[in-house]
């Protein structure tokens, strides 16, 4: 009996070179994992197709392993490469949700793009003229940092024709003004892009801060900036579906960029990050919001600050994957009749 199993199986099943794929809904999915093993095959997001073995795609996963903008600990460089090594347990079906994510709409994964680890406005300009161009070939973009200084160029190349709402998960406010003089820094992307007339400021939003502040100040300053809050401490009351109601009533029907720092969750549920707060929202509370998101009109997402050398037992990779997948879940077209 077993031998039969085992003989039907390596049958089926190529010796090397190109892995068999799912293929529902039209679309080329991930690597078939009852004829290749999960660990086994190239290293793409969720094992799925590179943007070179698809006709064309509805959504591309790239990297941005960058981290020369860090105030603390360094190594989100290595995120996207950690993120998508921890994302071979993904699975077709999101029970969660009903959805389907890459039957519903075509995935596939970009590689990374190549930003200059020594100049870092050189990098916001490689990072945002590769978006460009990347948004030619599939029309919205999930991002994997790389640390939170990108958000910037990402939201230059997506929001200088029209403003875009921003929904902002992250412990820290990162409206800040200058680190040392510096303008462009993990601290300071949001006030950049507000000053650059990219934010619909009427419609921004962070969920989750928390932790120290330099002063008062910062506060009016943000609220100045196009942002309203739901802090950390406000999580326990409302629950997930209070806070994904706060958001939506803010967003309404305005494009959406989704920015999640991995630091939103609290450092037992993502240690692996470069400048940890305690007191965070757990994984399964952010995936909860995010899952209640689909339907909003979200045109490009990012996860920064995945810092692998602090992780434990892909911890961080582990929730960050998720966290990956419920976007991509939350952005598949019908995504939100199917709830
Ligand atoms: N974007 C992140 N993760 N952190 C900003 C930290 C700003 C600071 O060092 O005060
Ligand atoms: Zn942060
Ligand atoms: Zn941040």
Redesign the pocket.
């Not at 992250?170 to 990162?174: C, M, S, V």
């Given at each position: 009996m077993v031998t039969r199993m085992a003989d039907d199986t390596t049958r089926d099943a190529p010796l090397f070179g190109n892995p068999p794929r799912i293929a529902e809904g039209g679309h080329v999915g991930q690597i078939d994992n009852s004829l290749v093993p999960r660990f086994a095959g190239p290293p793409t997001f969720a094992q799925l197709p590179r943007m070179d073995e698809v006709d064309s795609a509805d959504l591309a996963v790239v990297g941005v392993p960058f981290d020369a903008g860090?105030?603390?600990r360094p190594g989100a460089r290595f995120g996207p490469a950690h993120i998508r090594a921890s994302s071979r347990l993904l699975r077709p079906f999101n029970p969660a949700t009903g959805v389907s994510p890459f039957a519903a709409q075509q995935v596939a994964d970009a590689g990374d793009i190549a930003a200059n680890p020594f100049s870092l406005e050189e990098a916001i300009t490689q990072v945002e003229r590769s978006a460009r161009a990347l948004l030619e070939q599939a029309p919205r973009l999930l991002v994997l940092g790389g640390?939170?200084?990108i958000a910037l160029p990402l939201l230059r190349a997506l929001g200088s024709e029209e403003p875009v709402a921003v929904v902002h998960f992250?412990?820290?406010?990162?409206t800040?003004d200058t680190?040392f003089g510096a303008a462009y820094?993990?601290?300071t992307?949001f006030r950049r892009a507000s000053e650059e007339g990219l934010l619909d400021t009427s419609a921004c939003i962070h969920v989750g801060t928390r932790g120290p502040l330099?002063g008062a100040r910062d506060l009016v300053d943000d609220r100045d900036l196009g942002f309203a809050m739901v802090p950390a401490t406000e999580i326990d009351a409302l629950g997930a579906g209070g806070v994904a109601e706060r958001i939506r009533a803010r967003v309404g029907e305005r494009p959406v960029y989704i920015s999640i720092?991995i630091?939103v969750l609290d450092p037992a549920f993502a240690p692996g990050?470069?400048?940890p707060e305690a007191g965070g929202m757990t994984s399964r509370e952010l995936l909860a919001i995010l899952r209640d998101l689909a339907g909003l009109d979200i045109v490009g997402a990012d996860i920064?600050?995945v810092s692998p050398a602090y992780d434990h037992a892909e911890i961080t990779g582990i929730a960050a994957s998720h966290v990956a997948y419920e976007l991509l879940s939350a952005m598949a077209p019908g995504s939100q009749e199917k709830q």
């Open positions: 860090v105030s603390y640390d939170h200084t992250d412990a820290h406010l990162d800040w680190y820094t993990h601290g992307p330099y720092d630091d990050t470069g400048t920064v600050e």
